[in-house]
């Protein structure tokens, strides 16, 4: 009797462990990425000027765990490209060219978050592959974590230069600045 009593105790206890949750492991929290309110803006330079414009994010989701961001992935719609200043549909023509970006053949781009090291609360180093015109290279930038509340949203920003040859984007070295300054503002809900 002792014996079933002392099995059924053992079974019972394998029962419970098998069912609860293991400590320190948390929730991951999957964000749809608002792809009306977010999207990337771009500086390029040359010697005697500059444009502006931006790129519309398509789809994505954000994965946060413990309140903290720490995955996730987003789709830039590169043949979406529009310029802000005063060149137009013409110089966006131009960008969405075989010259520069090809997007009759990569008409978007992804990036993929490999992995995030927060370095304050509200700020992450984030490091992920980033697939432009076919090409797909890391890159690494400070990410701005503005708001992960699940009735709210997720906002973040990051601010920082990208360098257009890594990508095979060599129109004009020389003349145009090989740093193109991209601004992401990512929204998830």
């Not at 890391?138 to 997720?154: E, H, L, W």
């Amino acid at each position: 009797m002792k014996k079933i009593m002392l099995s059924m105790m053992v079974l019972a206890s394998v029962a419970l462990f098998s069912f609860t949750t293991k400590p320190g492991k948390k929730d991951v929290t999957t964000f749809t990425v608002d792809a009306a309110k977010s999207k990337i803006d771009f500086t390029g330079s040359k010697t005697s000027d500059f444009h502006t414009g931006y790129f519309p994010v398509k789809s994505g989701s954000i994965k946060v765990e413990g309140g903290k961001l720490v995955g996730g992935s987003f789709v830039i719609d590169v043949a979406g490209l529009k310029v802000t200043d005063g060149a137009g549909d013409n110089l966006a023509k131009h960008l969405i060219s075989a010259d520069f970006l090809d997007a009759m053949v990569f008409g978007q781009s992804t990036f993929t978050i490999q992995s995030v090291n927060y370095t304050r609360a509200d700020r992450a180093t984030v490091s992920g592959d980033l697939t432009l015109r076919g090409i797909k290279a890391p890159i690494t930038f400070t990410t701005y974590i503005r708001s992960v509340d699940p009735a709210k949203g997720f906002f973040a920003e990051a601010f920082f230069p990208l360098d257009r040859t890594v990508f095979g984007v060599k129109y004009g070295i020389g003349a145009i600045d090989s740093d193109v300054q991209l601004a992401i503002h990512l929204y998830g809900k």
